[in-house]
């Protein structure tokens, strides 16, 4: 199986890539769109400013390949902000796979959320075996709301959406490689999809 961690200059590319290799498997980093076509497996992380990230992408015309792509990938943090429509950061416009904005935390809570929190309302293969309430780790100071296309949610200052699908995109609000014996369950089930 081939899989592919994009690089775009804006990804914590390396634990990603640790995570994988502890499950048995091997990834190549790439921002070759030849090697992202032929890739089983596609994984988009995403840490840093939006608006930066998507000129990144469009640096090597990512910004018009990943939304057309048939396997399934994985947004990470960023990486799923950025299959949004847009971003309330710097008002970027994002990939659009995903119909809803991302939006700042209110100034009533602290930002960035950083740390553990629940997620629940889990739904989709991706959380096979992941128990209801299970904690995961979180930086962000944007967020996704509920949507038709939220598969797991988490509360901070109000509930949002932790997780979305829509076909074959997938995309978590959390670290999984960074969400210990769980989030590499969550990784090793993207993988086995």
């Given at each position: 199986?081939?899989?592919?961690?994009?690089?775009?200059?804006?990804?914590?590319?390396?634990?990603?890539?640790f995570a994988i290799e502890r499950l048995g498997f091997s990834a190549k980093i790439t921002s070759n769109p030849d090697e992202i076509l032929e890739a089983n497996k596609v994984i988009f992380p995403g840490v840093g400013e939006a608006s930066f990230a998507m000129n990144s992408l469009r640096e090597n015309q990512l910004d018009l390949l990943v939304p057309k792509?048939?396997?399934?990938?994985?947004?990470?943090?960023?990486?799923?902000?950025?299959?949004?429509?847009?971003?309330?950061?710097?008002?970027?416009?994002?990939?659009?796979?995903?119909?809803?904005?991302?939006?700042?935390?209110?100034?009533?809570?602290?930002?960035?959320?950083?740390?553990?929190?629940?997620?629940?309302?889990?739904?989709?293969?991706?959380?096979?075996?992941?128990?209801?309430?299970?904690?995961?780790?979180?930086?962000?100071?944007?967020?996704?709301?509920?949507?038709?296309?939220?598969?797991?949610?988490?509360?901070?200052?109000?509930?949002?959406?932790?997780?979305?699908?829509?076909?074959?995109?997938?995309?978590?609000?959390?670290?999984?490689?960074?969400?210990?014996?769980?989030?590499?369950?969550?990784?090793?089930?993207?993988?086995?999809?």
């Open positions: 199986m081939k899989i592919v961690i994009i690089d775009y200059k804006a990804g914590n590319i390396q634990s990603l890539l792509l048939k396997q399934p990938l994985l947004g990470i943090c960023l990486g799923m902000q950025l299959l949004c429509k847009n971003s309330e950061e710097s008002d970027t416009k994002a990939l659009g796979i995903f119909d809803v904005s991302v939006k700042r935390f209110p100034a009533s809570v602290l930002v960035p959320q950083i740390g553990w929190n629940q997620i629940y309302d889990l739904k989709s293969d991706l959380f096979k075996n992941i128990p209801e309430q299970s904690y995961m780790y979180l930086v962000h100071s944007y967020y996704v709301t509920k949507n038709k296309n939220t598969i797991a949610t988490t509360d901070y200052s109000e509930s949002y959406s932790t997780a979305l699908q829509k076909d074959n995109f997938f995309g978590v609000q959390f670290h999984p490689e960074k969400s210990g014996i769980l989030g590499s369950k969550i990784l090793e089930n993207f993988l086995k999809l």
